[in-house]
Every structure is written in structure tokens, then in C-alpha cells.
């Protein structure tokens, strides 16, 4: 049997929980702000190292083929190209605005084979605005790697249990 403090900390987790979870639940990355993205990214480099786990992390870039635009009017169409790298990539991926024509992108559990397919994805759909013709998109990715070797973790995680601290507490009846 639980008692009311254990149910009203259960609760109190689960109220947390809630306030935390995402509100919009579109089917796209996940667009941070630079200081966001920084906390974002040192944790996935820290889960990529301590777990082998892999990540591709990605840099876009829109240019002219010339003079075609002024200033503003680049900015806006780099603001359509943001949403368009937005849209193409998965609900787990993260990406950073870096500069007004510049995106930097966290891909996790992306495999060699499907960073091309990613690119592809992105250039595809930037075919169908009127501003591909006047463009050009540079992508450069690099596998984010393990470089620092992870000191061997004497914790044994397959025997903890979650249950409040004052479980043990509690008297037994017999």
C-alpha cells in the first residue's frame, strides 16, 4: 500500500513531467536558439561518448549565384530555406539558426548511409521554390565522434530500484 506522501511525490513528478513536455508535437527538428542548441548539443556529445552511441552534426549554407537580392530580401528567403531544413528533417534531429543564410544541425542515430539521403531530402524540397535556380546550398557534415575515452562506469544500473526514499521506512506488518 502507498501512503499519501509517496502518491502526492508521484504526483508532484508527474505535474513536473507535464510542464516540461513538449507543446507543439510537429512532425519536425526540434529549432533552438543558440544558447539552447549549446546545452542541447554538449548533452548529445556527452550520451554519444558515454554510450558509443553515433550523430552526424551538419552545417547548411544558402548562397546567391549572384546579386540577385538585396539584403532583406535574402534574409527573408534564408528564413523560408530554415523552415524548408526544418521541415525535412526527423523530430529527433536539433538545429541552430548560426547565420542569417547558415544552419547548424544535430542528426543523432544517423547512419553514413542516410546522411546523403538527408541532404537529398533538404535540396528536394528547395527544388520546389522559385528560389532554387537563383541559389546554391552548400552542406558539410562529420561524424560526431567518441574522442574521449569513457572511464569504465563501476555503477551497477541493473540492480537500481525506483522507489521514494522513505519506502524503507515503512513497517512491515506480519
Known amino acids: 500500500m502507498i ?35 549549446g ?14 552511441s553515433v550523430a552526424y552534426r551538419a552545417l547548411v549554407t544558402l548562397n546567391q549565384k549572384s546579386d540577385s537580392y538585396g539584403v532583406e530580401e535574402f534574409v527573408g528567403i534564408s528564413d523560408e530555406f530554415g523552415k524548408i531544413i526544418n521541415h525535412s528533417l526527423r523530430k529527433s534531429d536539433v538545429m541552430m539558426q548560426s547565420k542569417p543564410n547558415q544552419y547548424f544541425l544535430l542528426l543523432p542515430e544517423l547512419s553514413e ?24 546550398i552548400r552542406f ?17 544500473y541493473g540492480r537500481v530500484n525506483l522507489v521514494p526514499y522513505d519506502y524503507f521506512d515503512k513497517k512491515i506488518d506480519e
Do not use: C, H
Request: charged share 40%; net charge negative; glycine share 0%.
Open 3 to 37: 501512503n499519501m506522501k509517496t502518491e502526492a511525490s508521484i504526483e508532484e513528478l508527474r505535474r513536473i513531467s507535464k510542464m516540461l513536455e513538449e507543446k507543439d508535437t510537429s512532425n519536425a527538428a526540434l529549432w533552438l536558439n543558440q544558447e539552447s542548441f
Open 39 to 52: 546545452i542541447a548539443y554538449r548533452f548529445m556529445l556527452r550520451y554519444v561518448r558515454s554510450y558509443r
Open 113 to 136: 548511409e542516410n546522411i546523403e539521403s538527408v541532404f537529398a531530402r533538404i535540396r528536394n524540397e528547395w527544388k520546389k521554390t522559385d528560389y532554387y535556380d537563383k541559389t546554391t
Open 140 to 156: 558539410d557534415a562529420e561524424l560526431v565522434k567518441s574522442v574521449e575515452e569513457v572511464v569504465e562506469d563501476k555503477r551497477d
